[in-house]
């Protein structure tokens, strides 16, 4: 891996642990330096405005998110073509999360006026103007225009198709909410490749757009394929994605139970990489419900299968996370030497070092957090 992490990163990997406030007031100083260095309205504020609205948006705290991604684009840059490429992508956020509030007339009017600047930048045939097509159908679909909205997709699909370009998928995707899906379990079967495929593109868009219960639809679809088929890996990775996924939908009951079905899976799979891997994350999501006693046994067993198992990277991550545990539980001896003998499995730059390094510094200053 190459290059520094950027604030961004960072963020990410605070929220990845659950530390909302920590990620979000970082992003706030990278607001204040920007706009004390480049000035309000700059296309640099603007962008670690549209950061801050990522963060707030990756945390469901849409509301807030619509505001910064309101603000990032209210000046359109003039005479600066990277700039502006980036205001386009501002104001298609505030039309993508106005539309997962609800906001549907906003949502119109934001991406239509999206679509009329990408129209006057790239033209009608660039993939950058078919971009705003996509989720401009997903508005009109949630209005009950699934005529309209499928004559939005189609032109996004000839408009990808013509360029041969990699966002087709999604695009198809979409349309599966008007038919495709349907089509292809009637023709080809639920559990053909190509349908598991759709699928699984429209459990992408789900996350993306914040469709967290359509996500999981989409993944109950798929798990039940691959559960037919006996393709038992594939099955417990679909596992391990609907606990996140039901988790995000706010139902964290429910994920605990499909973590707890997961490990069953990786224990008849039988291979101790695979053990690790759901140990972590049932540990985390236990630790997030609040059932500590618990969530530091399955972070000690998620250790001790990597430990048996042959991936260095993997058992640095589970140290790493046993040990950020340890730390909030203020038990900082053993949090330091976990997080110490975690960090050296990894790259440099991957996230769980890169947290783990800021955590360490709070440990050994006698920190239960970053702050």
Request: aromatic letters at 4%.
């Amino acid at each position: 891996m190459s290059g520094s992490p950027t604030s961004l990163d960072i963020a990410y990997s605070l929220l990845e642990e659950g530390r909302l406030i920590d990620a979000e007031q970082l992003m706030l100083r990278e607001l204040q330096a920007a706009e004390q260095k480049y000035g309000h309205g700059s296309p640099e504020w603007a962008s670690a405005q549209c950061d801050l609205g990522n963060v707030l948006f990756s945390s469901r705290q849409f509301d807030r998110a619509v505001e910064c991604y309101r603000s990032a684009c209210s000046r359109p840059p003039v005479g600066d073509r990277e700039a502006y490429k980036d205001h386009l992508t501002y104001r298609l956020n505030l039309g993508t999360v106005l539309t997962m509030l609800g906001r549907l007339d906003d949502a119109e009017h934001e991406l239509r006026h999206n679509l009329q600047e990408r129209h006057d930048f790239y033209g009608r045939e660039h993939p950058g103007y078919a971009f705003c097509l996509e989720p401009l159908a997903d508005v009109l679909l949630r209005r009950g225009d699934a005529g309209q909205a499928r004559q939005v997709i189609e032109e996004a699909i000839g408009t990808y198709g013509r360029n041969r370009h990699e966002r087709i998928a999604g695009a198809l995707a979409l349309r599966a909410e008007t038919g495709l899906v349907a089509a292809l379990e009637s023709h080809v079967g639920p559990d053909h490749q190509t349908t598991l495929n759709a699928l699984s593109h429209l459990a992408n868009i789900g996350h993306d757009a914040g469709d967290q219960t359509g996500r999981v639809e989409a993944i109950q679809k798929v798990l039940a394929a691959y559960d037919r088929q006996g393709r038992h890996e594939d099955a417990l990775m679909a596992t391990l994605g609907l606990a996140i996924a039901q988790d995000n939908a706010g139902d964290p009951v429910q994920a605990l139970r499909t973590y707890a079905e997961a490990h069953t899976r990786a224990d008849a799979i039988g291979r101790h990489d695979l053990r690790a891997q759901v140990l972590r994350n049932w540990g985390l999501a236990l630790s997030a419900a609040g059932h500590p006693a618990e969530a530091e046994q399955r972070l000690r067993e998620a250790v001790a299968e990597a430990d048996l198992g042959n991936d260095p990277e993997l058992l640095g991550r589970s140290r790493i996370a046993l040990g950020l545990f340890l730390q909030h539980e203020e038990r900082l001896a053993e949090a330091q030497q976990m997080v110490e003998a975690g960090l050296p499995m990894l790259d440099v730059a991957h996230p769980d070092a890169i947290t783990g390094r800021s955590h360490l510094g709070a440990i050994v200053a006698g920190r239960s957090g970053t702050g």
